[in-house]
């Protein structure tokens, strides 16, 4: 089970974005109990503010014992591996 908070990475994309836990539903199915997550990505190519949506067999945990700190690093790996165009470069 999955909660409001927690770190996780979708597994239906391309490469790991790690994402955040805003909000989770819990409702039971046959086989025991499922989830729809909404999730806010912290880093990849979606505009501030997007917010993905995921059924919980869809995600993966990230590592335990990610923190604050652990996402600022990532954050700031992310954003080093994302180099602006020198000015007065050609498109």
Known sequence: MYHTGDFVYPTDLPRRFL???TEEESFRVETGTAQILKL???EGPWP???????????VRAARRGCTSAGL???RSEAARSVRPKARGAAA
């Open 72 to 74: 600022r690093a990532a």
């Open 19 to 21: 994402c955040r836990v």
């Open 40 to 42: 806010a990505p912290l």
């Open 48 to 58: 501030e503010g997007t917010l993905l949506v995921r059924p919980d067999v869809w």
